[in-house]
């Protein structure tokens, strides 16, 4: 059994946080594989996932990155976010 606030999903917790730490209006990258991430792309203008994620996140994916088992995610990290670009999830 999980149990969670109705309100309570990624796509509010990212943007919240963007908001927090004064990074509200700037460009968001977020990373992720799974259909809860969903909600977290919903809301970015740059989502990642990598080569293994579920279809649905690579199908909403504006970059796919190695498999994570390759640190796929880790890898693209120097290469494709610029330091100080907002938050990332």
């Known amino acids: 059994m999980q149990v ?3 309100e309570a999903e990624k ?3 990212v943007r919240h946080l ?3 730490v ?3 209006r700037e460009p968001l ?3 992720g594989g799974h259909l809860k991430d969903l909600p977290m792309f919903a809301v970015a203008d740059r989502r990642v996932a990598p080569a293994n994620a579920h279809p649905d996140v690579r199908a909403r994916a504006t970059d796919i990155v190695a498999f994570n088992d390759e640190d796929g995610v880790v890898r693209f990290l120097p290469a ?3 330091a100080g670009t ?3 999830g």
């Open 29 to 31: 990258t977020v990373y």
């Open 86 to 88: 907002g938050v990332h």
């Open 18 to 20: 963007a908001e927090v």
């Open 80 to 82: 494709g976010v610029p």
């Open 22 to 24: 004064g990074a509200g």
């Open 11 to 13: 796509g509010r917790a």
């Open 4 to 6: 969670a606030h109705p």
